[in-house]
T-cell receptor, first 113, second 113 residues
Framework: KQEVTQIPAALSVPEGENLVLNCSFT??????LQWFRQDPGKGLTSLLL?????REQTSGRLNASLDKSSGRSTLYIAASQPGDSATYLC????????????FGKGTHLIIQP | DAGITQSPRHKVTETGTPVTLRCHQT?????MYWYRQDPGHGLRLIHY???????DKGEVSDGYSVSRSKTEDFLLTLESATSSQTSVYFC????????????FGEGSRLTVL
């Protein structure tokens, strides 16, 4: 059974710092990996999608990498801002079909002004 | 915006009563999913659908049933609600890009007293 772990569970950093969120998964046979952001009381917003054949994806100040063989992904946030405060979720898609995603429990990020 | 609407957004009910949550999408997506989100467990897949009248069970399907009589609506039913089903329920769709990216609704918060 696929298991997804996110470390750390919580992180608080001053504004302006660059930071890295980690995600690991136990079964390297994945179709893709997706990073989400969730604000309190809200739904999930898709940030980045990395296909199994890709090494990284970038969107603005966000960069996600994927090392499928070692079962790891990182989300890099450059020049953090208070508006980046949220919970970040990592999820893997095992087969690309209708199976849905397996989620980690998230990293709760606070950016101090 | 993936055009996903969940209803009701909030509901309080009593143990033993039936509850139906509705997920409506406007973009003719084939794949639809129901997840629940609980502290300490993260998001877990309840049921999913890969077309009209085609559904299958996820990780935590006991106590839930689903129906999809038309493409745009995916219904989640709790036949006899229990306190353990107090949760936030999220509907998701797989985008039409064929890349396996999932998009989520805003969630339905259910409290069973």
């Amino acid at each position: 059974k696929q298991e997804v772990t996110q470390i750390p569970a919580a992180l608080s950093v001053p504004e302006g710092e660059n930071l890295v969120l980690n995600c690991s998964f136990t079964d390297s046979a994945i179709y893709n990996l997706q990073w989400f952001r969730q604000d309190p009381g809200k739904g999930l917003t898709s940030l980045l999608l990395i296909q199994s054949s890709q090494r990284e994806q970038t969107s603005g100040r966000l960069n996600a990498s994927l090392d499928k063989s070692s079962g790891r992904s990182t989300l890099y946030i450059a020049a953090s801002q208070p508006g980046d405060s949220a919970t970040y979720l990592c999820a893997v898609n095992p087969g690309g079909g209708a199976d849905g995603l397996t989620f980690g429990k998230g990293t709760h990020l606070i950016i101090q002004p | 915006d993936a055009g996903i609407t969940q209803s009701p957004r909030h509901k309080v009910t009593e143990t033993g009563t039936p509850v139906t949550l509705r997920c409506h999408q406007t973009e003719n997506h084939r794949y639809m999913y129901w997840y629940r989100q609980d502290p300490g467990h993260g998001l877990r897949l309840i049921h999913y659908s890969y077309g009209v009248k085609d559904t299958d069970k996820g990780e935590v399907s006991d106590g839930y049933s689903v129906s999809r009589s038309k493409t745009e609506d995916f219904l989640l039913t709790l036949e006899s609600a229990t306190s353990s089903q107090t949760s936030v329920y999220f509907c998701a769709i797989a985008g039409t890009g064929g890349d396996g990216e999932l998009f989520f609704g805003e969630g339905s918060r259910l409290t069973v007293l």
